[in-house]
């Protein structure tokens, strides 16, 4: 990135370049005052760090959105200010996988003459979307926590501050009858640290089939090349329940190919806190994503390699395919 900064005129005569007090002294008095070294001067190469570094911010949120938009990610869902429809069928064989086809739909619209800070949210199995605490690629969880299914009806409550602080509360009612009442709750922080993007995230939340729990989230992003994007995420899930801290870490680096296909490349880890701090799986995976129809439609294949502790960390292999339809106002 290069700063422009004003550079003083010189006339056609000139066959080497004047020094700043001789330019001064034929262009008056009242230029040698912009030239001469004082506080304003003195102010200029931090204010063009200060603007180096809003411009590699924004240019590292504007590549993760693009990223997270491109794979119907949870964060472009939650935070999205326009209207957001997704609609998943996923077939997962192989490690942890039973070949059923499995449905999953979710709604975030956004409420009129509201400003954004309302919104209804129409979603199935709530439950999984904060204890699966997903990423942008489906991980094979064989020991994950099952609740059975449902479709729930939410209000939210949004603020926006500074494009730095978000907070969100929902209030929603759990289907079939008769209605279950259930309640979320979270915060997010966003801020540049160099040539890196710092989020951490934090919600809590009680449903009545798992209790009280709380989500911890800490994200670390880097544009690695102009067309890759590298981010480092660590969650961490506790249920009252359960007694216990469930622990992950992902290591991802995304590959935008072009305009129609983005790969994934991720190493994961998982643990648990009790009966003490183990890992419990290793996993690795490659997920090919691509649009097959206008800016809607998107098929992804996702082999992955596991390699979990109760089989004494032999690598185990799952395949799962995709098929999404992703409505947005900004497409």
Known sequence: ???MLPLPLQGEEQTEPASAPAVAQEQGAEHADTLAPGPLQAARPSGTMEHARDYLSGKITGFASDIDRFFGGDRHFQESNPSVIQMNLTRTTGYGGDRKLELAARANLRLPVTEGRLRLLIET???????????????????AVTTPKSLALAARIAIVEESAWRFRTDLGIKFPLPPK???????????PLADWRLTAAQSVYWF?????????????????????LFRASTVVTWLKDKHTFD???????????????????????????KPQYLVTDYALLVDYRYRMHQKWLYFEIIPQLHFPRDRQYQNNFALSMRLEMLFDDSR
């Open 1 to 3: 990135m290069l700063a």
């Open 125 to 143: 199995d709530p439950e999984q979307n904060v204890v699966k605490a997903q990423k942008n690629a489906p991980v094979v969880l064989r020991k």
């Open 181 to 191: 009442p259930f309640v979320r709750s979270s915060g997010s922080y966003s801020v």
């Open 208 to 228: 009545n089939t798992l209790g009280v729990g709380e989500t911890s989230a800490l994200d670390l992003e880097r544009i690695w090349s102009e067309d890759a």
């Open 247 to 273: 622990l992950r870490q992902d290591m991802s680096l995304f590959h935008t190919l072009n305009d129609r296909s983005v790969l994934l490349y991720q190493a994961s880890a998982f643990g648990v806190s």
